[in-house]
């Protein structure tokens, strides 16, 4: 067990170092020489020479590069170019509100999903399958955008339920009243691609052989589904909650944005907008850092759930 | 000569029983929903192509009707003018010129030069879906849209399709180090969620375009295509008729892609369908947030942009013809694409 965990670690290395370089490569060479984005339109060379200077980015390839590996080791990736806020604590405060949206908008969505998914594969071509099937594929074709501004603007500004945006202090505010609407908007919008996805992966497991023995040695149609199918089912489950984990740490983009959560999310798109370079590289490598350890993660996580799989 | 007459009566019995395609065609045929799906898609197909080639909505910025005019089933506005933005002014003095603007002449120029439209025109108080902020037709402008987005969608699952196919191709049929090092590439791009590989690299472009949005979407999307197809190849290159053609003396690129491909196409082109609809999206999601196509071009995104504020004041329409033309595209598409999966690889179920 520790020895492949172990050696899973030692095996991201390569794609991590990839990740590095690909990052490097796209804000180095593409990205353009950030000295002039930074000077703006009143900038005369001695300025430019002057920022380019204090960025290192005079300095060669390999010593910038040693540089921004040294900065993903230490965790410190300076300042942020258009605030001058440090990038780390950029993070530090905009993870909480990200977090009180998407945690519980992911186990609201995973257990309604689980519940839809396994009550339509259970009458499987029936009408009711088929009704929801198709108003899954109907609710998936509609943009997130659309129903972002259709709820916001009909559940918050004309009916009032709920504030139309904003961000408070308290944790119990923050849940209670400004992130409710955020999550059911996120809960409809990921439920229909969820449920279709879900059923499918009861449907593989509700013909197979130990369904029938179950049923032959005469257990309750309850327990059939949810102990012995639920059980089977639940590997390529936990492989797409897992998928959707690292999602968390880049918050939701557009949820954030429309209702003013001061996230990660948000963040990332105004950073993207300032042309922020130290806060776009930081977020990407360190979700990256974290999707590489949840997929190490999930892989043990499907050798509780069956212990048939092996780990090597 | 025994293997030529081997050939030719293989040659005999293919022309006898109906290939993969003709099976498929006529399993497609059946699928009901599937057809209407595809025909769906065909319709917006014509439409992308009479639009691409100014065959209709090619005056869509002309501005032919009042500022935000309502749907002509909803009835005229029984507006209060002072609520309108400031852009009302014009629509007041609608049909005339005020003789004491200096820039009149200069507008009017520009305006037959932009949309051919003459100020001298009235402008409807109603038009078939509505006008937006600047009385434009929104009917006209959500064509148009369809255009774009759906060009996008196209070509940058195209340019993804193609390189997945490739890198999976090479990898898959080399093996050895040339599949680590792009199953290593793989790994790197998908460590990075979707949305913020997208976003990171928008912002490294900073510049916005059609092209732009293409090669963003098309360079990140591979992934996926790139691990059906190199699995697919792992099968097919100890098959027997790839020894059948090595023994011929076909050359690695000749295998390939003459012998391999077409027995893995019909795994691309469900890939390619599934992944239009995806990159439509997509665009949708970066023309509102402003980093996909330029301000000069409308596309879903740009016109849902609009319509966030414009339903505060009131005017849905918009908002609504954008949303109704993408769920439908995409509702087509996607049935569309299980109806040709079912019909293509019909032990999938």
């Known amino acids: 067990m520790l020895a492949y965990v172990v050696r899973r670690l030692w095996q991201t290395v390569p794609t991590l170092l ?20 930074l000077a703006g339109k009143i900038s005369n060379p001695e300025q430019i020479e002057n920022i380019r200077h204090q960025l290192g980015v005079d300095r060669p390839y390999y010593v910038q590069l040693w540089i921004f590996i040294q900065q993903i080791a230490t965790g410190d990736f300076g300042e942020s170019w258009s605030t001058n806020e440090k990038v780390s604590a950029i993070f530090a405060t905009r993870l909480g509100p990200s977090l009180t949206v998407l945690v519980p908008l992911l186990i609201v969505d995973t257990l309604l999903a689980i519940a839809a998914a396994m009550l ?44 139309v945006q904003g961000w408070g202090n308290g944790f119990a505010e923050n849940l209670l009243k400004f992130s409710l609407l955020p999550i059911i908007v996120g809960v409809i919008v990921s439920l229909a691609p969820d449920t279709r996805l879900y059923r499918t992966f009861f449907l593989d497991e509700i013909n197979q052989d130990y369904v029938r023995t179950a049923r032959a040695k005469g257990m309750s149609e309850t327990r059939v589904m949810w102990v012995h199918v639920l059980r089977n089912a639940s ?48 977020v990407t490598i360190y979700v990256a850092i974290a999707t590489m350890i949840i997929n190490l993660i999930a892989d043990l996580l499907y050798r509780a759930v069956d212990p048939r799989v092996q780990l090597k | 000569m025994t293997q030529a007459a081997a050939l030719s009566s293989i040659g005999v019995r293919r022309a006898e029983s109906p290939g993969l395609w003709i099976l498929a065609w006529r399993r497609f045929c059946r699928d009901r929903v599937g057809l209407a799906s595809f025909l769906i898609v065909v319709f917006f197909f014509g439409l992308m192509l009479a639009s691409g080639l100014h065959l209709i909505a090619a005056d869509w910025s002309k501005e032919v009707g009042v ?5 002509t089933f909803a009835g005229p506005a029984i507006s209060d003018r002072s609520s309108a933005p400031p852009h009302s002014s014009r629509s007041e003095s609608a049909g005339g010129l005020n003789p004491a603007d200096p820039l009149a002449d200069v507008l009017a120029e520009i305006r037959a030069e932009s949309g051919g439209a003459s100020i001298a025109e009235v402008e409807a ?28 969608g196209l070509a940058a699952a195209a340019l993804a399709a193609f390189l997945g196919t490739l890198f999976g191709a090479l990898a898959g049929y080399y093996g050895r180090w040339i599949d680590d090092f792009f199953n290593w590439f793989y790994s790197i791009f998908t460590s990075i969620p979707y949305l913020l590989l997208i976003l990171a690299i928008a912002a490294v472009l900073n510049q916005k375009g059609t092209v732009t949005v293409i090669l963003i979407l098309g360079l990140t999307g591979w992934t996926g295509i790139f691990r059906l197809v190199r ?61 996909g196509v330029g301000v000069d071009t409308v596309s879903w995104g740009s016109m849902l942009n609009e319509a966030q504020s414009e339903l505060i004041l009131g005017y849905w329409w918009q908002l609504v013809a954008a949303t109704i033309a993408m769920a439908l595209l995409v509702t087509g598409f996607s049935l569309f694409t299980d109806a040709l999966r079912d019909a293509l690889d019909p032990q999938l179920k």
């Open chain 1, 18 to 37: 990839g990740v590095v370089l690909l990052v490097f490569f796209l804000f180095t060479w593409v990205g353009g020489d950030p000295a002039y984005l």
């Open chain 1, 120 to 163: 339509v594969a259970y009458v499987r071509g029936s009408l009711t399958d088929r009704m929801v099937m198709i108003g899954c594929t109907v609710g998936q074709s509609i943009s997130i955008l659309v129903y972002i501004i259709v709820f916001q603007y009909v559940l918050a500004y004309q009916l009032g339920w709920f504030p």
């Open chain 1, 235 to 282: 590997i390529p489950i936990i492989t797409n909650v897992m998928i959707q984990l690292p999602g968390l740490l880049a918050g939701a983009f557009l949820i954030e944005r429309f209702f003013s959560i001061p996230g990660v999310g948000r963040e990332v798109i105004l950073a993207v907008e300032r042309s922020d370079f130290p806060v776009i590289k930081a």
């Open chain 2, 67 to 71: 500022n935000y005019a309502p749907p």
């Open chain 2, 125 to 152: 108080p109603t038009l078939i879906f509505g006008g937006d902020r600047w009385g434009r037709d929104v009917l006209k402008k959500t064509i148009k849209g369809t255009e774009t987005s759906m060009f996008v």
């Open chain 2, 231 to 291: 699995a697919e190849y792992l099968k097919h290159k100890v098959r027997e008729y790839l020894q059948a053609a090595e023994a011929i003396g076909a050359s690695h690129m000749r295998r390939m892609f003459v012998h391999i491909l077409p027995n893995v196409s019909h795994v691309v082109l469900v890939q390619l369908s599934l992944h239009v609809v995806l990159f439509i999206k997509s665009e949708v999601v970066l023309s509102f947030l402003g980093f």
